[in-house]
C-alpha cells in the first residue's frame, strides 16, 4: 500500500505570495532576458532560494517555441463535440481505454478514492486528457519555458510566482534543472504548473519526494488538489453540481470540464 504524504512547504507558499515587484524589468523579445535574471536573481534569493535554484536561474535560455505557443494561443472555441472529437476520438472509445487501466490497477485507484474521494473515472479522464495517459508531458525545458513567461511582461504576473516555485523545486531537488515539461512549465503526467505542485504535491510512493514524472504521485496530487478545491466526495460532478464547478480550478474551459465529466461517468460505469 502506498504511502501518502503531501508536501506543504511553508517557504513554497510563501514563495507563491511573491509578485512580480517590478525589481526586474520584463520584456516583450529575447534582448533582455539575460539582464532581467541578473535582476530577478536577488528576488529569488529573497524568497529563500538557495544556490542550487540561482544556479538553474543563472543558466536559463529564452524559450522561443514558448513564446510562439503562447502568443497563438487561440483559447477553446470549439462545440463540445468537435473538441471531443479533436481531443479524445470519442467519448466511448476514449473511456473504454481509461476503463482498461482502472482494472489493471484497481486497488491504486481505490486507495485514492477512500482517501480523497475523488472517484476513478475523473482521475483518469484528466491524465488521459492532458498527455494521453502519460505518452506526450511535453519536451519544453521547465526551467527555461517558465522564466520565458514570468519575463515576458504579457504574462510576468501570473507567471512570475510559478517560476519562484520551480526554482524553489529545484533548490530542494524535487525538480530536475533539466527537466522537460509541456511549454508553460507544465509538468509530468496531469500537467501541474509548478506553484501547484509545490503546494498540492503528494508522495504516493513513499521515497520522500513528490515526482509528477511518477504516474502514482501526480495522481495523487491531482486527487489532493480537487479535494483542496472542494471536492464533495459522493456526489455527482455533473454540469451543474458543485463537484462540476470545483473542475473549473482545474481548467476554465467549459468543455473542458465537460468532457471530464462525461468520460469520467463511462470510466466508472
Same mark, same amino acid.
Given at each position: 500500500?502506498?504511502? +501518502? ?6 517557504? =513554497? ?9 517590478? /525589481?526586474?524589468?520584463? =520584456? ?11 535582476? +530577478?536573481?536577488?528576488?529569488? &534569493?529573497?524568497? #529563500? !532560494? =538557495? ?10 535560455? *529564452?524559450?522561443? %517555441? ?22 479524445? =476520438? ?16 484497481? &486497488? ?13 473515472? !475523473? ?9 494521453? +495517459?502519460?505518452?506526450?508531458? #511535453? ?5 527555461? %519555458?517558465?522564466?520565458?513567461? &514570468? ?22 531537488? !524535487? ?24 503546494? *498540492? ?6 521515497? #520522500? ?8 504521485? &501526480? ?14 466526495? #459522493? ?8 463537484? +462540476? ?7 476554465? /474551459? ?5 468532457? !471530464? /465529466? ?8
Amino acid at each position: 500500500m502506498p504511502v +501518502f504524504k503531501s508536501f506543504f512547504f511553508a517557504a =513554497g507558499i510563501s514563495v507563491l505570495c511573491v509578485t512580480s515587484a517590478v /525589481a526586474a524589468q520584463c =520584456g516583450n523579445t529575447a534582448g533582455g532576458f539575460t539582464a532581467w535574471k541578473q535582476e +530577478f536573481a536577488p528576488e529569488a &534569493a529573497a524568497v #529563500g !532560494i =538557495g544556490q542550487r535554484g540561482l544556479q538553474a536561474l543563472a543558466s536559463a535560455s *529564452y524559450s522561443q %517555441s514558448t513564446i510562439n505557443a503562447d502568443r497563438n494561443q487561440k483559447g477553446v472555441k470549439y462545440s463540445l463535440d468537435r473538441f471531443i472529437k479533436i481531443r479524445l =476520438g470519442s467519448l466511448d472509445g476514449f473511456a473504454a481505454s481509461a476503463r482498461k487501466r482502472k482494472n489493471a490497477n484497481a &486497488a491504486f485507484y481505490q486507495s485514492l478514492e477512500r482517501k480523497y474521494g475523488v472517484p476513478a473515472g !475523473i482521475l483518469l479522464a484528466i491524465h488521459g486528457m492532458e498527455t494521453g +495517459f502519460g505518452r506526450n508531458m #511535453g519536451n519544453t525545458p521547465v526551467i527555461d %519555458s517558465i522564466l520565458t513567461v &514570468a519575463y515576458d511582461c504579457r504574462r510576468a504576473d501570473f507567471f512570475t510566482p510559478h517560476a519562484l516555485a520551480a526554482l524553489s523545486m529545484v533548490d530542494r531537488g !524535487i525538480l530536475s534543472p533539466g527537466q522537460r515539461g509541456a511549454a508553460h512549465g507544465e509538468l509530468g503526467h496531469t500537467q501541474f504548473l509548478p506553484g501547484n505542485a509545490l503546494k *498540492y504535491g503528494v508522495d504516493a510512493t513513499g521515497d #520522500g519526494r513528490a515526482d509528477f514524472y511518477n504516474q502514482a504521485d &501526480a495522481l495523487a496530487s491531482t486527487a489532493n488538489f480537487l479535494r483542496a478545491k472542494g471536492w464533495q466526495p #459522493g456526489q455527482p460532478y455533473q454540469q451543474g453540481t458543485a463537484n +462540476f464547478r470545483v473542475l473549473n480550478d482545474w481548467n476554465a /474551459a467549459t468543455v473542458y470540464q465537460q468532457a !471530464i /465529466a462525461l468520460s469520467a461517468e463511462r470510466i466508472d460505469r
